[in-house]
């Protein structure tokens, strides 16, 4: 199956400095990478997602980058804020029919200082 | 309009107990899938139903069981607990057959407690 690793675990950084998660991938089949933001006490929820078709997905101050030949990808937050500060999950699966649901990272604590 | 629900919120059980936990998923959505969350990780994929059928199921035991009903909420029963199926459990809803289409909707979870 599928196997996701996620680095760092905490992430530290001044407000309005840019923040970088890595996440690489095992199963060469998986085609779809979201990302999910989860604040305390919530579920997870979804902030980008990028398909194996495409190598790089902007949103206002978020994107994503896929590099399928290495099996890794990326998120970056620019001009970081107080209100993005929350435990960031990666996640792959294979979006053709698949019956194994979301294979998800450990998630990285990212911790916006003021 | 209402997002996903859940409940209970809280729950604590003893060990050997069993536990069901519900789901309403957003109108409209046919899909309704579980995840398990351990302190500290990643959710994990237990179950995903689609139109009362079940799509697809993660690598948990028959303890764990699941259904959809026609108006697609869900149940996840777990039996026999055990101290490690304490954890936060997640329903999450899509209008997708598959789970790993697109986009989740999550619930904001049971979290059970076994002692």
């Known amino acids: 199956g599928e196997n996701v690793e996620q680095h760092p675990s905490t992430l530290s950084v001044q407000e309005g400095d840019s923040a970088v998660?890595?996440?690489?991938?095992?199963?060469?089949?998986?085609?779809?990478?979201?990302?999910?933001k989860q604040e305390l006490g919530k579920g997870?929820?979804?902030?980008?997602?990028?398909?194996?078709n495409v190598g790089e997905k902007k949103d206002q101050r978020i994107a994503v980058t896929l590099n399928k030949t290495a099996k890794h990808f990326s998120l970056h937050i620019t001009e970081t804020q107080?209100?993005?500060?929350?435990?960031?999950?990666?996640?792959?699966?294979?979006?053709?029919?698949?019956?194994?649901?979301?294979?998800?990272?450990?998630?990285?604590?990212?911790?916006?200082?003021? | 309009d209402a997002g996903v629900t859940q409940s209970p919120t809280h729950l604590i059980k003893t060990r050997g107990q069993h536990v069901t936990l519900r789901c309403s998923p957003i109108s409209?959505?046919?899909?309704?899938s579980w995840y398990q969350q351990v302190l500290g990780q990643g959710p994990q994929f237990i179950?995903?139903?689609?139109?009362?059928?079940?799509r697809g199921r993660g690598n948990f035991p028959d303890r764990f069981s699941a259904r959809q009903f026609p108006n697609y909420s869900s149940?996840?029963?777990?039996n026999a607990l055990l101290l490690g199926d304490s954890a936060l459990y997640l329903c999450a809803s899509s209008p997708y057959g598959y789970s790993g289409t697109g986009e989740l909707f999550f619930g904001e979870g049971?979290?059970?407690t076994v002692l």
């Open chain 1, 21 to 36: 998660i890595k996440c690489t991938y095992s199963d060469s089949a998986s085609n779809y990478f979201p990302w999910y």
């Open chain 1, 44 to 52: 997870p929820q979804l902030i980008i997602d990028i398909r194996s």
């Open chain 1, 82 to 114: 107080p209100e993005d500060s929350a435990v960031y999950f990666c996640a792959a699966s294979y979006s053709g029919g698949g019956a194994d649901g979301l294979t998800f990272g450990k998630g990285t604590h990212l911790i916006i200082q003021p």
């Open chain 2, 28 to 32: 409209g959505h046919k899909s309704v």
């Open chain 2, 47 to 54: 179950f995903q139903y689609y139109e009362k059928e079940e």
């Open chain 2, 75 to 78: 149940e996840l029963n777990v």
């Open chain 2, 110 to 112: 049971s979290r059970l």
